[in-house]
């Protein structure tokens, strides 16, 4: 698992709200050799730099490398993205796909020890599309808004909501091959989390501070996983089909592969609705106390 970084994600975002009017312009460059012969100077940014990213409040932003962590924040003065560079290395990706701010980390700096650091800062209320190519830790701190879709997750991918403070109607997560573990994604507040398919071994931990009504969907799991529910409130656990164990112990087996949580069983009502449609291989139910 990656280090933390000394300063707090919170901090990071603070720092980089402060900033975001700042354009920093990097001073390494290199040189490609264009089709016809000519030359492209492709400059990577130094640490520090800030990039704004157009788009509105609607945000679009591809990010290839490896040992990545990735804070998100957002900022109510802000009236389109921004990302604030935390590591040297990176530089424009123009293969990303049309409307979408590409990054890259340059493959000197991706092979050198140490996790490389940035932090994107959206508007608030706004929408952001992120793709991330390569192993990842994506930390969602204080974040507002209507919309987070990942995409393109090709490697182990970790999203971390134990920061309080966000609120995400929306989370939608297309593919995950490698793997995926989370901490406390209660602490998004989401109305509905989405995921498409996981391919690899995966923890998903729903507790944390669950303000509204959640749906909870998982379409096809490859893998061994781990599912966390709180305790409280009231949570509902169903799946399609499974080829494999369910190992539910602490939960109360309503049958057709259905489960509840100790305070659904006591008679709460179901807050917390999770939905997986095909699963091959095991699945542990945890309850976590909080």
């Known amino acids: 698992m990656m280090q933390s970084a000394s300063m707090t994600g919170r901090k990071r975002v603070l720092v980089a709200a402060l900033v975001v009017s700042l354009i920093v312009v990097g ?128 490697s182990a991918l970790e999203l971390d909501a134990s920061e309080s403070g966000s609120i995400i109607d929306l989370v939608q997560i297309e593919n995950i091959t490698g793997g995926f573990s989370t901490a406390r994604l209660g602490n998004l507040d989401m109305a509905d989390l989405v995921i498409g398919n996981i391919t690899g071994s995966y923890d998903l931990d729903l507790s944390g501070s669950l303000g509204r009504h959640c749906d909870v969907s998982l379409h ?18 169903s799946i399609g089909s499974v080829l494999g164990n369910v190992l539910s112990s602490g939960f109360v087996d309503e049958g057709s592969k259905s489960f509840l949580n100790a305070a659904a069983a006591g008679g709460a009502d179901w807050q917390l609705i999770v939905r997986i449609d095909s699963a091959i291989g095991q699945i542990q139910l945890v309850e976590v106390q909080q």
Do not use: H, W
């Open 220 to 237: 096809t799991a490859v893998g061994n996983g781990t599912v966390r529910i709180p305790t409280k409130p009231g949570a509902q656990l």
């Open 27 to 154: 001073s390494a460059v290199v040189t490609l050799v264009t089709r016809n012969g000519g030359f492209m100077v492709i400059p990577a940014f130094a640490e520090g730099t800030v990039l704004e990213v157009p788009g509105g409040s609607a945000s679009r932003i591809s990010i290839v490398g490896d040992n990545l962590e990735v804070v998100v924040g957002t900022s109510p003065a802000a009236t389109s993205a921004s990302i604030v560079l935390g590591s040297e290395g990176f530089r424009r990706d123009f293969r990303a796909k049309t409307g979408t701010y590409g990054l890259r980390l340059d493959s000197v700096s991706s092979v050198q020890a140490g996790v490389k650091r940035l932090t994107v800062i959206v508007p608030e209320n706004g929408t952001l599309t992120l793709t991330l190519v390569g192993e990842a830790r994506l930390i969602l701190d204080q974040a507002r808004l209507k919309e987070l879709r990942l995409a393109g997750a090709s």
